[in-house]
Nanobody, 116 residues
Framework: QVQLAESGGGLVQVGGSLRLSCVPS????????ISWFRQAPGKERAFVNR????????NTAQDVEGRFFISRDNTKNTVYLQMNNLRPEDTAVYYC?????????WGQGTQVTVSS
């Protein structure tokens, strides 16, 4: 079992930045990759970024390319989502997702609100 704890959400103005954190616990050795997803009101959950735990390879959704960056700090057992130049359409609940060989796990989510 893997548990995920997200933090770092909040209210920010257009053009501002936030950094989200995802801290896994439990069977962390079984995690192959961690991703960020987001769900805006009335919309489906959508992929944002993904990073592999071994090689640090990343994937980024086109709509956040060049503004959102995923990284990991293995010494702190934390995955970050750096969000820059935020727009109102980035307003959503952001979820951390962990992939293992047999399963996937979700955090509770953290709210990000971008005000204009």
């Amino acid at each position: 079992q893997v548990q995920l704890a997200e933090s770092g959400g909040g209210l920010v103005q257009v053009g501002g930045s936030l950094r989200l954190s995802c801290v896994p616990s439990g069977s962390t050795h079984s995690i192959n990759a961690i991703s960020w997803f987001r769900q805006a009101p009335g919309k489906e959950r959508a992929f944002v970024n993904r990073i592999t735990m071994s090689g640090g390879n990343t994937n980024t959704a086109q709509d956040v390319e060049g503004r959102f960056f995923i990284s990991r700090d293995n010494t702190k057992n934390t995955v970050y989502l750096q969000m820059n130049n935020l727009r109102p359409e980035d307003t959503a609940v952001y979820y951390c997702n962990a992939e293992t060989f047999n399963d996937e796990y979700w955090g509770q989510g953290t709210q990000v609100t971008v005000s204009s």
